[in-house]
């Protein structure tokens, strides 16, 4: 996959989710991967292998990480070590962001 030079929000909102994943992907390279996350009713996503930052494209919410509840809004960047738990709440159908996927996958459970 190239490297765009831009992306923008706009650029998935009529694009369905590929079968089986919760975010559309808008670029991978070597240890980094931005998806375009946007869920819908409820926050499905399980803990992942990779460290990850959150930017608040739109909307707000709150985000809980392990025993942690904080409130988010645009432009917030939010941040869940991997194999640790995290989801969003109480977010309405505006909220969006993106997903960076940072490092090395990391063998182990929850964190």
């Not at 070590?81 to 109480?90: I, K, P």
Request: hydrophobic share 40%; aromatic share 12%.
């Amino acid at each position: 996959m190239s490297l765009p030079t831009r992306i923008r929000p706009d650029d998935f909102s009529d694009t369905p989710l590929p079968a089986g994943r919760l975010s559309h992907l808008a670029f991978l390279d070597a240890d980094l991967e931005l998806r375009h996350y946007a869920p819908r009713g409820v926050d499905p996503q399980t803990p992942h292998d990779r460290d990850e930052l959150y930017i608040v494209i739109s909307g707000s919410g709150t985000f809980v990480r392990g025993a942690a509840r904080v409130p988010f809004g645009p432009g917030d960047v939010l941040f869940a070590a991997a194999h640790e738990t995290h989801r969003f709440e109480d977010f309405g159908d505006d909220f969006a962001t993106w997903v960076v996927f940072y490092g090395a996958p990391r063998a182990g459970g929850a964190a």
